[in-house]
């Protein structure tokens, strides 16, 4: 009888833990994001963009605040307009809102990460981490890869990579 018991109990457990590995991704983290990819550098370049996609798959909004590195003395949300002819970067000191259910794209030519003071060159292939905090408190420790301007890619195809943590605004930057 106590055989009977103790497996019935084992296949709860197991069935349990079925369960929470097959749940909706919304119900255990409400942020998602792709592998953040950085421009590689040349010798002496002092700054980079990372770019990336953050998916909020939750009923309230986020807002992405900052970013960090340990490769840079200096990172910050950057945005590029367009002014009088003239594509100007500017800083985002309030960051950027991830909408409750929404997608944010950091791509090349609009909204996205800038590290400035390296400590390294940034060699194609190279893999670093980028830590991105949100007003809800959430701090994000990605994985990022170093990539050649011409193979930065940010798109869904990323989310199937398996890369997860954060979210993601519909804009990027050509710059460095």
Known sequence: MFRMI???ATLAFIAGLLALM????AAMDGLKASEVQMRATAPG???TGGY??????SGKADR??????????KAEIHTMLHENGVMKMRALPDGIEIPAGGVVKLAPGGVHLMLMGLTQTLQPGQRLEVELTFASGR???LPALVRRPAEISVDDADMAAGHTKSQNHSQGHSGN
């Open 6 to 8: 103790q497996g019935a």
């Open 22 to 25: 097959t749940a909706p991704v």
């Open 45 to 47: 370049m002092t700054a």
């Open 52 to 57: 990336l996609t953050i998916h909020n798959h």
């Open 64 to 73: 992405l605040l900052g970013v960090a590195a340990d490769f840079a003395a």
């Open 139 to 141: 701090i994000l420790r």
